[in-house]
DNA sequence: TTCAAAGAGTACCATTTTAGTGCTATTTGA
DNA sequence: TCAAATAGCACTAAAATGGTACTCTTTGAA
């Protein structure tokens, strides 16, 4: 149910290499060549992840990129985000539809405050811990804090 | 990031009209025109849902679908493998796909914990509670407890 | 000062997935 | 026996995704 892209996937791929390879800079047709990824590809995600003030680049010849902070910093949602955007998890939006029935609207909104329950959850995993490093500590975290609070049936307007 | 497919969402719609119509039987024709989405849609959607064992139907004239158990009985993660069945996270699956660094696997391995985390928390959330009936209890969960366990490097081979 | 390395930006195409529709068969109550 | 209703396929259209190509800009070094 979890989907996520496969290009979200492979900038994980690709800060994971950044994180391990230290602060030097790297070209993206190094960190392909490394990540068995294509470099357009490659070349693409650095793009985006730059943008993203996730990694920071350097132009020019003997140019490249590099971890913009220390991976402990960086979260799971941080990487999401930066290659989906600020998604929501139903299209039960656009004002112009109108449900018929109260409790419709009622389930959408359930959805986007479990999505935001989850979105919570992730930015509390760094990259430190997705590469596997032991010994990070543990966050908590609490699902229905965010599903079942009373937020009220007013925040239902996100698009996807 | 967490996209969930448009029927999934029909899915619960569907499901939440039933859970408050009652036990009696609904034809596919009468959910349709009350949540205001098409006949046939509607029709595909209570087949899976039947399959899934969600709802039970009684075929013939006067027949039509019915909820399988109560609502608080049928939790998000039901609703959503019965639509997009047991997919996972990522797609770094594939045997034949050989990984070129160490780090790069684990990174999927970690989406996966991260994923199979996520599903336990969707099991505590009920259809009752989606619907948004108030005083239901509030399960606890923990991601951190799946995404950051030490479950090894061995569990990467779900595909999508 | 010129050249080449490397990132930045844009546009495009192929593939896959998703959503929706139509048709026929089967069951079953009246 | 008829009609209401689900069951099961198969098919098509549209949208998202992934990947590629091409051109522009920056900048270090010869």
Redesign the pocket.
């Known amino acids: 149910m979890l989907?996520m892209?496969?290009?979200?996937d492979?900038a994980t791929v690709i800060l994971a290499y950044l994180a391990r390879a230290g602060g030097e800079l790297?070209?993206?047709?190094d960190v392909a060549s490394r990540t068995g990824l294509?470099v357009?590809?490659v070349?693409?995600l650095?793009?985006l992840l730059?943008?993203a003030g996730l990694v920071t680049?350097?132009?020019?010849?003997?140019?490249?990129?590099q971890l913009a902070r220390p991976a402990e910093q960086i979260s799971a949602a941080d990487v999401i985000d930066a290659l989906?955007g600020p998604v929501a998890i139903t299209a039960c939006s656009s004002a112009d539809i109108q449900c018929e029935l109260e409790s419709v609207c009622r389930v959408g909104s359930a959805w986007q405050r479990i999505n935001t329950a989850i979105r919570l959850a992730l930015k509390d995993v760094s990259l430190d811990q997705l590469i596997g490093s032991p010994g990070t500590p543990r966050p908590r975290f609490d699902l229905a804090e965010a599903a079942g609070a009373d937020t009220g049936p007013t925040a239902r307007g996100a698009s996807r």
């Open positions: 989907r892209s496969k290009l979200t492979y790297h070209t993206a047709a294509g357009p590809t070349s693409k650095l793009k730059a943008q680049s350097v132009r020019g010849a003997q140019g490249g990129y989906e």
